[in-house]
């Protein structure tokens, strides 16, 4: 076996759900420094979409965005449709390499105060639509391809109010080693990926604006600031590559070393 690794992603396409901003997008991005095209999709914003597209061809690659409400698991039918053809027209292909199931949203509320409506929204976005949205695009993913998951840093330190969304979170690591276990015979590799508090516009942008949070999460980090959507991305990128082609069924968590 070699054992030359490789930081080039060049000829690989990804979609990354979720990617017309935050942490998608610079995901988004990251891949395509490398040299990956991108599948972007997106819920509403058309616009943000094509802005991500317009920075990803302008770095040489190739990139289309489709709508996709990763939420719906009726939609996950016509969306297969639409990469399909995406697949065939851009890129003379019927398969991809890469799967980051990124897409989500934060719906704080006390345990209390939880609502029916607030736990089905959480549920369908960041579990089982996650579940359902693989396996409608499993048949399209190459063997020896990758798929990332992502959760976050609440899994393991709890925050006031982010019950729901955590416990979500939970079960997709849960998810995820069960997906390495059931993937692993085609070769691909599955991760979750755990960010700590970003500067994103992710909750209202609460870390991101307002200074007294901002500070309050700096001053909980080892590395003593808080972090930025690019510190996700890069890291992502760097696990898909040939340098973690051994690593799979596991939880990587990238916060700064958030309450440690």
């Known amino acids: 076996m070699s054992i030359s690794q490789s930081s080039d992603l060049t000829g690989k396409l990804a979609i990354v759900t979720g990617s017309s901003r935050g942490l998608g997008r610079a995901t988004s991005i990251a891949l395509a420094t490398r040299g990956a095209d991108i599948v972007v999709t997106y819920l509403s914003n058309r616009e943000e979409a094509n802005s991500v597209v317009a920075e990803i061809q302008a770095l040489g690659q190739k990139a289309v965005a489709l709508q996709l409400d990763a939420g719906d698991v009726t939609s996950f039918d016509g969306f297969s449709t639409h990469l399909k053809e995406a697949l065939a027209n851009t890129w003379s292909r019927d398969s991809f390499d890469f799967l980051v199931n990124n897409a989500g949203f934060l719906r704080a509320a006390p345990i209390g105060k939880v609502t029916e409506a607030d736990f089905d929204s959480l549920c369908n976005i960041h579990f089982k639509g996650v579940l359902f949205l693989t396996q409608h695009l499993l048949p399209l993913i190459s063997d020896g391809g990758r798929i990332v ?112």
Do not use: C, H
């Not at 979750?192 to 901002?214: H, K, M, Y």
């Not at 973690?244 to 990238?254: G, K, L, Y």
């Open 149 to 260: 998951n992502i959760s976050s840093g609440l899994t393991r330190f709890a925050g006031p109010g982010s019950a729901a969304y955590a416990s979500m979170k939970g079960a997709i690591e849960v998810l995820t080693r069960y997906m390495a276990k059931e993937l692993g015979p085609r070769g691909i590799t599955v991760n979750a990926v755990a960010p700590g508090a970003i500067e994103t516009d992710f909750s209202g942008g609460a870390v991101r604006d307002n200074p007294n949070i901002n500070k309050a999460v700096a001053g909980a980090t080892a590395l003593g600031r808080v972090g930025v959507s690019e510190d996700i991305g890069l890291m992502i990128a760097s696990l898909l590559t040939d340098a973690n082609r051994w690593v799979t069924a596991q939880r990587i968590e990238v916060s700064g070393g958030m309450f440690l």
